[in-house]
């Protein structure tokens, strides 16, 4: 079964206070990617990445950092958040025999006080 | 650039009245458009594509190059049915790179 596993499901923090939030695959897929989903803005993507030690920005990138030393794991890095990053976080992964496009996690709901 | 726009953020019906969440696109080549749901505290997940042509729930999306519009439509709105939804578009040949829509919020009224 097809699945994208992101920790944490919530988290509160301070400004400044760097931060990871873990994205793990099962799908053998190259392509993964973090959006951010705000009220009224939908889905923004923020870093993608086409296979091991490739990534690329999306849309809105900035204050953002991502890492892809293996195929199954892509952490999203806030060096040094803000509150306006406050938002609902999702990794998703591409995968390989379904009709899905994009496989997404459950997401993770960021608050920066 | 591709652009999706939804231009209704929320939509409220009454249960069984008919949905139509519009979605519409500018991009000068031949895209592939989805539609993505995402019910309270699920993950977003697809609901259909256009190049299937098929009925997801009693919803169904017909692809209109010439208005760039890819409407979705149900003829008998459910509760269940409440949710953000989603349109997107792909222009690569992979397909796994997606420009989304800024949602819509449908509340079906019991």
């Known amino acids: 079964e097809a699945q994208v596993t992101q920790n944490p499901r919530y988290l509160i923090t301070v400004t400044g206070k760097k931060l990871t939030v873990t994205c793990s695959q099962n799908?053998?897929?190259?392509?993964m990617s973090w959006y951010r989903q705000d009220p009224g803005l939908g889905l923004r993507q923020i870093y993608y990445s086409m296979n091991v030690e490739v990534t690329d920005k999306g849309d809105v990138p900035e204050g953002y950092k991502v890492s892809r030393k293996e195929k199954r794991n892509f952490p999203l890095i806030l060096e040094s958040p803000s509150p306006n990053q406050t938002s609902l976080y999702f990794c998703?992964?591409?995968?390989?025999?379904?009709?899905?496009?994009?496989?997404f996690g459950s997401g993770t709901q960021l608050s920066v006080l | 650039a591709q652009r999706v726009t939804q231009p209704e953020k929320l939509l409220s019906v009454f249960k069984g009245a008919p949905v139509e969440l519009k979605c519409n696109y500018s991009y000068s080549g031949s895209p592939e458009l989805f539609w993505y749901v995402q019910y309270s505290r699920q993950r977003l997940q697809l609901l259909l594509r256009h190049i299937s042509r098929e009925s997801i729930k009693g919803f169904t999306a017909d692809l209109n190059k010439g208005e760039t519009s890819f409407h979705l439509k149900k003829p008998f709105a459910q509760e269940e049915d409440s949710a953000m939804y989603y349109c997107a578009l792909s222009i690569n040949n992979a397909g796994n790179m997606l420009t989304f829509g800024g949602g819509t919020r449908l509340m079906v009224k019991p």
């Open positions: 998703a992964g591409y995968p390989r025999d379904t009709d899905e496009k994009l496989f």
């Open positions: 799908m053998n897929h190259e392509y």
